[in-house]
């Protein structure tokens, strides 16, 4: 696993923790399937347009998607949040 996909685990621990499909998280925050499931593989990077604005949704700071490093205490506010559109 590269460090790309080991850091992104942190967003899939937030969508289980809200009980979401890849496909459910991708359309709660308004993106394609396809782009959301790249970014929780590491494969993509979001644009910091796209990261902001996903983050204000999940609740946390931006710039955890382009940290090499994360904690959970970087994301757990995002982890159990109702989920309102």
Known sequence: ???KTK???WLKHVRESRGMTQNQMASYLNIPKTTYSSY???YRD???ANAKTMAEKL????PIFFESEVR???YK?????????
């Not at 609740?59 to 931006?62: G, L, R, S, V």
């Not at 506010?77 to 559109?85: L, Q």
């Open 7 to 9: 850091q992104r685990l």
């Open 72 to 74: 959970e205490s970087d």
């Open 1 to 3: 696993m590269d460090k």
């Open 59 to 62: 609740k946390i700071k931006w």
């Open 77 to 85: 506010n995002a982890m159990n949040e109702e989920v309102t559109k």
């Open 40 to 42: 929780e593989q590491g």
């Open 46 to 48: 979001p644009e910091i």
